[in-house]
């Protein structure tokens, strides 16, 4: 089998310790500046240089410029998809002792991956979509049913444009703390935008994790009755929130649905089927 680029090799480049750390300060989705990628990797400004060279020739980054700055991101969802499955590897490999960190606390309640929610949050919203009879989900992917067609455009979210797009349309993944899926594609990044077009969640600085408003609290109790009061509260010892620019705002559902019991989701899908009209 001839590969461009050796599995060898990218497994080399992932296991060295600062780019793990670089690699995983971009799984938010986000792009970052070298200074920042090196104040995560934990190094020096000229052995960041190096490293984002050679992760940049691997297609593992991609680098945009903009005025004097040169702001790096991950490649694509493959990219994202392949460090969160090293992820879940890594943590059924032999224990090692460490106390968790606030850090560690914040990231298992509520993080992103990549472009959609993740941890408890994501679990959650899996198993409301799920159970509401919004997602139907199968070992092939996953689709947006009838009921779920007239809920997610009444929540503002657009199925056509998310559609559109070249990627798997609704798909989920294990999550690698809670062993559990969540939503993935176009749908479960939809979903993730829309929460923070309302001021339901937002960004942690310097971490992929994210924090659950009052609003958010209170919209996701009506609107999908998800009860996550604990879950909102951030160790005050973990990061500061930083707050998202501001965006135009849709409407959102219009009513709140009746209260359903959750239902478990069943093994990981692959792929993806466009909305069943």
């Known amino acids: 089998m001839s590969l461009g680029t050796s599995i060898a090799e990218i497994a080399a480049l992932v296991g060295d310790p600062a780019r793990e750390n670089m690699l995983f300060a971009l799984m938010d989705g986000r792009a970052l500046t070298a200074g920042e990628l090196a104040y995560a990797g934990r190094i020096t400004p000229q052995t960041a240089s190096m490293h984002l060279r050679k992760l940049t020739e691997s297609r593992l980054l991609v680098v945009a410029k903009q005025g004097r700055h040169r702001y790096y991101r991950l490649a694509s969802a493959e990219v994202a998809r392949m460090l969160e499955s090293i992820a879940s590897v890594a943590v059924d490999a032999a224990p090692r002792f460490r106390p968790p960190s606030p850090k560690d606390h914040a990231l298992r309640h509520a993080r992103l991956c990549y472009d959609h929610l993740a941890g408890r949050l994501g679990v959650a919203f899996a198993d409301a979509l799920t159970a509401r009879g919004i997602l139907a989900l199968g070992e092939d992917g996953g689709e947006v049913t009838e009921t779920g067609t007239r809920f997610l455009t009444e ?3 657009d199925l056509d444009r998310a559609a559109r797009q070249k990627r798997c349309f609704c798909r989920i993944c294990i999550d690698w703390t809670e062993r559990r899926p969540h939503i993935a594609g176009a749908i479960g990044a939809a979903l993730a935008t829309r929460c923070f077009d309302l001021k339901w969640i937002e960004r942690v600085k310097d971490s992929r994790a994210v924090t659950i408003t009052a ?6 109790a009506e609107s999908f009755g998800l009860e996550l009061a604990e879950m909102s509260q951030v160790n005050p010892r973990a990061a500061s ?3 998202i620019p501001p ?11 009746r209260q359903h019991p959750p239902a478990s989701i ?7 089927r466009r909305p069943r009209r």
């Open 155 to 157: 929540f503002g979210i």
């Open 215 to 220: 609003s958010g609290r209170r919209g996701l």
């Open 241 to 243: 929130v930083q707050r």
């Open 247 to 257: 965006v135009p705002r849709q409407s959102a559902a219009s009513a709140p649905m």
């Open 266 to 272: 069943a093994g990981a899908t692959a792929g993806g």
